[in-house]
């Protein structure tokens, strides 16, 4: 079925090293949307991109939407102890389509470990 | 204003048995999901609901089910559990929006561990 491929997996860095993952989709997005799962947590929303070469940061935190709105990356800088965690994509498939499924389908997830 | 709540957070239950999970949304939020996460498998899509409404289920067997109340509360329950069922379930509430699926809220989840 159709899927959100994302990679890395995992990532280990030393702390003030950057990291970046990314998530692709064999299909045009109407948007995407990012969160993050710190271990033993649940998923928190950080933020939903919606247009073609979108670019929005948050403090350390670039998110990036393909022109062909099929990629998105997430690019940390100097990456933090408060960093680690799990760092999910997720979209609804069959939203461009007109018809919502009323439903994410999310990545596997990039699971970053911050070495201090 | 309060977040999702789910009950209980861990419950561990044997083969063959059942078990009910609840979920109460944020207030004002009328869409509700679920998903279940393990190592393997990751995030994947149970169901969701609106006005007491199944819009959408993802590829469960039958043995999930669930069902939203009128306060928009929801439970989600597994007959005839299986080892491969434990995993953590976790509910989402979302306002619903017209033109995006909306950012979804979710809860600590529920641990269960089929023994």
């Known amino acids: 079925g159709q899927q959100v491929m994302q990679i890395p997996q995992y990532q280990h860095v030393q702390e003030g090293e950057d990291f970046t993952t990314y998530c692709n989709s064999s299909t045009t997005l109407s948007n995407i949307q990012w969160y993050k799962q710190r271990p033993g947590g649940h998923p928190v929303f950080l933020i939903q991109l919606v247009k073609s070469g979108e670019v929005k940061k948050q403090k350390r935190l670039t998110f990036q939407f393909g022109e062909a709105k099929k990629n998105s990356s997430l690019h940390i800088t100097a990456t933090q102890t408060t960093d680690v965690g799990t760092y999910f994509c997720a979209a609804d498939l069959n939203r461009y389509s007109g018809a919502g499924s009323y439903q994410l389908t999310f990545g596997k997830g990039t699971k970053l470990s911050v070495i201090p | 204003k309060a977040g999702v709540t789910q009950t209980p957070r861990y419950l561990i239950k044997t083969r063959g048995q059942q078990v009910t999970l609840s979920c109460s949304p944020i207030s004002g939020h009328r869409s509700v999901s679920w998903y279940q996460q393990t190592p393997g498998q990751g995030l994947q899509f149970l169901f969701e609901?609106?006005?007491?409404?199944?819009?959408n289920k993802g590829n469960f067997p039958g043995r999930f089910s669930g069902r939203q109340f009128s306060n928009s509360r929801s439970e989600m329950n597994v007959s005839t559990l299986e080892l491969g069922d434990s995993a953590l379930y976790l509910c989402?509430?979302?306002?619903?929006?017209?033109?995006?699926?909306?950012?979804?809220?979710f809860g600590e989840g529920s641990r269960l561990t089929v023994l």
């Open positions: 609901y609106f006005s007491e409404t199944q819009r």
């Open positions: 989402a509430s979302s306002l619903v929006q017209r033109t995006n699926t909306g950012e979804l809220f």
